[in-house]
């Protein structure tokens, strides 16, 4: 990512408190966590900021979660409102695990700070660390919001101008498919007056029974 953004990020942590009830994600959140198989799982969350909402509510519901951001600020309130998350402080496009390591991905209000460019080994990526049967969860910046069909470049919010990179939603779909991810919903939504497209994939392949429990994925830090 852009080095500025990590200053931004630490910036925005020190107005999180006003700002946390400005994005409510519960209507998208649940019907997620329902679509997973039964029974505590692994969740990587990416760009996960704070802890909340999807690391918190994950981990209320008996999972063991992983968070990876590049802004220690945020991961200082991450300690706070989600202290049993396990944290690492790098750049989600740089980070890696071991294969089959995890149920879900999530990666929210995030990739789209990402070079589009390198998009697609990152979608490689998700698609070995997670189990078959696995799912994706990201939010992805369009022409609604950008005002483009591609974009790279900068955006005002919150007072700051912040990077944003985005293909075609054409295009995305097309990548995630190369990758092994099969599209199985591609949602616009407006919270808190910014539409977004949220995109749910799954890697093919039945479950089975995985030891959801226990030792730290391969590859983690900061337990």
């Not at 209507?27 to 969740?43: A, C, D, K, M």
């Not at 802890?51 to 999972?63: C, V």
């Not at 295009?171 to 991810?181: H, I, V």
């Not at 994939?201 to 830090?221: K, T, Y």
Request: with cysteine.
């Amino acid at each position: 990512m852009p080095p500025d953004l990590r200053e931004i990020y630490d910036g925005f942590a020190e107005t999180y408190e006003a700002n946390r009830g400005l994005f409510d994600m519960s209507g998208i959140l649940e019907p997620f966590f329902r679509s997973l198989p039964p029974g505590p799982g692994r969740l990587l969350d990416l760009g996960c900021g704070a802890g909340e909402p999807f690391p918190r509510y994950f981990l209320d519901h008996g999972w063991d979660v992983t968070g990876v951001d590049f802004s220690p600020r945020m991961l200082e309130l991450a300690a706070r409102y989600a202290p049993r998350m396990h944290t690492r402080c790098a750049d989600l496009a740089d980070v890696d695990f071991s294969p089959a390591a995890f149920d879900a991905v999530t990666c929210i209000y995030a990739l789209f700070h990402v070079p589009r460019a390198r998009h697609p080994a990152l979608f490689e990526r998700m698609v070995r660390w997670l189990r078959p049967g696995g799912k994706v969860l990201f939010t992805y910046a369009t022409r609604d919001y950008t005002g483009a069909d591609e974009f790279e470049g900068t955006k005002k919010f919150m007072g700051r101008r912040l990077f944003y990179s985005h293909t075609t939603p054409e295009n995305l779909r097309a990548q995630l498919e190369a990758a092994g991810l099969a599209p199985d919903a591609f949602d616009y939504r407006d919270i808190g007056g910014e539409t977004f497209l949220w995109v749910t994939a799954s890697r093919p392949g039945s479950p089975g029974l995985n030891p959801r429990r226990g030792s730290p994925p391969a590859g983690s830090a900061d337990w």
